[in-house]
């Protein structure tokens, strides 16, 4: 694999993502999906927007687990949800 195709996730989980998908799964479904409903019960049920923002982020990332597509794809949209209640959880907190 050249330099210039390797992407971030090739980078720190290695090049067989696909042979590794089930437990990449796991963890995703694990993880997103309690990081969203924390948020949501630590404050952001007291906002639409924000409200919006999470179910959003967090059932795109969901839906394309249960449509099985691919792992890189996956693993973006599950950076953007956690990226997206990590900022929320700091804007209820401060």
């Not at 989980?13 to 089930?22: A, K, P, Q, S």
């Not at 999470?54 to 839906?63: D, E, G, K, Q």
Request: glycine fraction near 8%.
């Amino acid at each position: 694999m050249t330099e210039a195709n390797t992407s971030i996730w090739d980078k720190l989980l290695g090049d067989n993502l696909e042979t590794n998908r089930f437990g990449i799964i796991s963890v995703i479904v694990i993880f997103v999906g309690c990081l969203g409903g924390v948020t949501v019960g630590l404050g952001a049920v007291h906002h639409t927007w924000q409200l919006f923002l999470i179910v959003f982020s967090t059932m795109a990332t969901l839906s394309f687990l249960i449509a099985v597509a691919p792992v890189k794809q996956i693993l973006n949209l599950a950076a953007i949800s956690v990226i997206v209640d990590l900022i929320i959880l700091a804007i209820n907190f401060l």
